[in-house]
DNA sequence: GAAGATTGATCTATCAATCTTA
DNA sequence: TAAGATTGATAGATCAATCTTC
């Protein structure tokens, strides 16, 4: 809970070397993977910075919130879902306010939460937004890969996933 | 060749809206993959910085060089294979060689081209961190995935990748 | 003029320190 | 004092403009 850990947590391989190396088509297709996260996440940046003045984080920031009918969550809440840590988030709330997308208010209840609340514009600008985005991921990754493809993609990602979680939690 | 175009290239999805929504279980997949890409790439870069002093692709960047018996690549070359834009790769290199981890020399045949050579010192830094980055990679990537299904990720991978390439050549 | 590369301005992410409420 | 959240300083990425060599 509460968005991303800091970098300085434990290192994931306390042992250290030696290194059992891995195969060559292993090197393979981890550079496929490694190159296609770094062209993917440049390739959606670009589409929403050019259509709609968003970061993929702050698209996805309106998105979440848009999801639950009060349209608000904690800002931790919200860091988690947008796989940003606390700190990022604030910044980046912060700029999306003075553009009205976003605005803050205190939890009534316990006054250390921070609520997150999509405005109506906000809304309006993700609504605005949202197909020409579900197009290109659509085009760019469910289109190539087929559903089922990409369900098994989406899996291995959940190992992946809960073994960094796993890593870092024992820290 | 010569990295990545820059973001304001053509949309991929130029007729724009309306959005063939995708299924609940491919917005799950796509997520558990958006996910996946957001915390690995930071892990990796925290376990570099921590251990090595090195960004990722600063890491990548030395490790491409040390790759060919000459420890010399073009720079647009380097930026292709370590996924980076031309001037990105030119800030990087301007810092890793204030560190003497790189040298720039220009191309003795043509002198549009400079050449980035690694060091002595660049190549040992990289000899001392790949066993602890090359573990990291198995611990968080190899293992929890297992050889099948991380190439098939790997030619999911490239799918994807020749799809965004082929998107960006056509603008 | 075109390709390769660099530069400078601006914007964003990160880390560490701080602040607030319970 | 602990959890949630914010802030400020620094480092890095991006874009547009420029420079160099052919």
């Known amino acids: 809970m509460g968005g991303m850990p800091h970098r300085t947590s434990k290192s994931t391989n306390p042992g250290g070397e030696p290194a059992r190396w891995l195969s060559a088509e292993e090197v393979a ?3 496929s993977v490694s190159r296609m996260m770094a062209r993917l996440s440049w390739a959606l ?3 929403l910075q050019r259509d709609a003045g968003l970061s993929f984080t702050e698209y996805h920031a309106l998105a979440m919130l848009s999801e639950v009918p009060t349209h608000t969550r904690r800002m931790s809440e919200l860091a988690e879902l947008t796989n940003a840590s606390l700190s990022r988030l604030s910044h980046l709330v912060t700029r999306l306010e003075r553009r ?3 605005r803050r208010e205190p939890d009534r209840d316990d006054g250390r939460y921070t609520n ?3 405005t109506e514009e ?4 993700l609504v605005a937004n949202a197909p020409a985005h579900v ?4 085009d760019l990754v469910v289109d190539p890969l087929g559903t089922d493809d990409l ?3 989406g899996a291995a990602a959940d190992r992946i996933i809960a073994r ?3 890593a870092n939690q024992s820290s």
């Open 164 to 166: 960094i979680d796993g």
């Open 135 to 138: 197009n290109t991921v659509r």
């Open 29 to 31: 297709a981890w550079r």
């Open 151 to 153: 369900l098994q993609m």
């Open 122 to 125: 906000g809304l309006a600008q």
């Open 45 to 47: 940046e670009g589409q």
């Open 116 to 118: 997150a609340v999509l």
């Open 100 to 102: 009205n997308l976003i």
